[in-house]
């Protein structure tokens, strides 16, 4: 620049363009670079939103739900089990925890239908058949132990049976709910792209708006155009509120993807035992968790609505404010 200043070598640069032209130049790159930068900006926020959404409504509850159906049907087989061992079969009021637990592992199922595009119709009917197999044993053959032992194993067997027994296929459904789980929380590299377009395009609209406010007041002799100044402020706000919103919120995504992970790991019950009761009590600490990592999706919802105004106003500010300066002083002198 051989020694000038940045503002004499550009005043320097741009003397032989006409002031006309040298806005409408500037008009013509806001309205691209607002375009751009509000559009991508909003879609990729959007999309974070939505996440949150989806996590929360349908896929972590069906995380969950598998996952608590899982602990309470091996649980009710325990409660079972320990019956017989103990002798109480014949005792009133002594199948009450293994009916308990029934009673959870469906509700748990039906839940979990109505969050899933999943075909759940083999695993009720595995569960149903299991159901009536292990009560027949503990009420129809209570006093019967040759039929009552056949109608135990005869559970265990739909219970267990590799690969088509009835955990093996919730474990099966609990891999691929999680997998979908995962890759709802994951921001991609389509989305990371989108933000860094978004930024880029922020960065440049800021520069023209200086540049712009530059120029009416060299050129033209105007003082600060209220138009433009507002664009800046709300250009610069809508490249850093969003932002650390998303990345806030996507953090919290990351927690609930890792939760979820806790969740279905702890679900894998070895064996029939008494530490099936602890694993459903961290299960209910940890599903608590997440619920609270989930919240986040209400305060995403209203930035958003708030995203959706400010760029409204970054698009048409700055367009309005040369579009009347050029019109002012120019256009209408042709």
Known sequence: MNGRSPTAFWRARLSGVRTRRLLETHLVVVLV????????LLVSYRHTQRAAETLADRQAPAVQGLAATRLAVLRAHWEVQNLVDLGLVDVAGAGEQYRAQLSAADQGLSRTG???DQDLGTVNGLFTTYSTSITSAMTLYHD???????????????LVRARVGLVPRLDELQRQELDRASATATMGWAQRGGW???????????????SALFVLRDRCGRDWNPYLLVALVLTVLFAVVPLVTVFIAQDRLDDVRAGLGEITQASRAVGFGPELVGR??????????VRQDLAVGARTGRVYQGAVIGGLLIVVLPAVGLWLRLGNDYWRRR
């Not at 670079?33 to 991508?40: K, P, Q, R, W």
């Not at 019967?144 to 739909?158: D, G």
């Not at 377009?197 to 200086?210: D, K, N």
């Open 196 to 210: 860094w377009l978004a930024e880029a395009a922020l960065l440049a609209l800021a520069l023209t708006l200086l």
């Open 280 to 289: 459903q009590e961290a299960l209910t600490g940890m599903s608590e968790v």
């Open 144 to 158: 019967q132990p040759i039929m009552q032992e056949h109608k135990r194993k005869e559970a265990r067997s739909l």
């Open 114 to 116: 109505d969050r899933t």
């Open 33 to 40: 670079c607002s375009v751009v930068a509000v559009s991508t």
